[in-house]
């Protein structure tokens, strides 16, 4: 069965460190998205990806960034981790809008 | 951009209860889903809905696409424990013409906690 999986599901990391996320989809769907979720905040789109070599900037892209080399897989990197980027990211795919997004399970990253 | 005001954050209800939530825009939306998520995972798609004044049913959750295409509701039957989670409603808004949104606009959730 087709799935998007993300890795780590946990993540302690240091202020300054460079951390990736893994975001990987055996849907074949052209369109990917990474969320962080914070209490209070909902869902905030960080980056997004119509296809290969294609990114754009989400609402909260500010000292994270993606490449899209592949149809598979969209790693999220944060330049230099933050207090701020502790929050649980979750990495979606999309055939169509229309249809919703598939969600991974997410990955709970802390930064201390 | 456009926004989507979802309501009530947080519901606290007993076994049995019936439970309505809604979402509202000052912008027409071309699609509302309604999406789910169990603690500690990522939301799952619940229903889909695309012309104005729809209603669906997914068991006991029916959902509904307002007639002003600026709203949605969500309503869900007889609560059982295993409806705890958050409830999400997203949209895809109306574009002007030669305009593209691949993108879905998300309200920020509603909290439901069912007491058994």
């Known amino acids: 069965d087709a799935e998007i999986t993300q890795s780590p599901r946990h993540k302690i990391t240091e202020t300054g460190r460079q951390v990736t996320l893994a975001c990987h989809q055996t849907?074949?769907?052209?369109?990917m998205f990474w969320y962080r979720q914070d209490l209070g905040h909902g869902l905030r789109l960080i980056h997004y990806?119509?296809?290969?070599?294609?990114?754009n900037k989400g609402e909260v892209s500010d000292g994270y960034s993606v490449s899209r080399s592949n149809t598979e897989d969209l790693p999220l990197t944060l330049e230099s981790a933050a207090s701020s980027q502790t929050s649980v990211y979750f990495c979606?795919?999309?055939?169509?809008?229309?249809?919703?997004?598939?969600f991974g399970s997410g990955t709970r990253l802390t930064v201390v | 951009g456009q926004q989507l005001n979802q309501s009530p954050q947080s519901m606290f209800i007993q076994e049995g209860e019936d439970v309505s939530m809604n979402c509202t825009s000052s912008?027409?939306?071309?699609?509302w889903l309604w999406y789910k998520q169990d603690p500690g995972e990522g939301p799952v798609l619940l229903i889909a809905?695309?012309?104005?004044?729809e209603l669906t049913s997914n068991g006991r959750l029916t959902a509904q696409f307002g007639i002003t295409r600026k709203d949605s509701f969500l309503n869900i039957s007889a609560s059982i424990p295993s409806d705890v989670g958050i409830y999400f409603c997203?949209?895809?808004?109306?574009?002007?013409?030669?305009?593209?949104?691949?993108?879905?606009?998300f309200g920020k959730g509603t909290l439901l906690t069912v007491n058994p």
């Open positions: 979606a795919s999309s055939e169509s809008p229309g249809f919703g997004y598939t």
């Open positions: 849907w074949n769907h052209n369109n």
């Open positions: 990806s119509y296809g290969v070599q294609d990114t």
């Open positions: 912008s027409i939306f071309n699609t």
């Open positions: 809905l695309y012309k104005a004044g």
């Open positions: 997203a949209g895809i808004p109306l574009v002007s013409r030669g305009g593209s949104n691949y993108k879905l606009t």
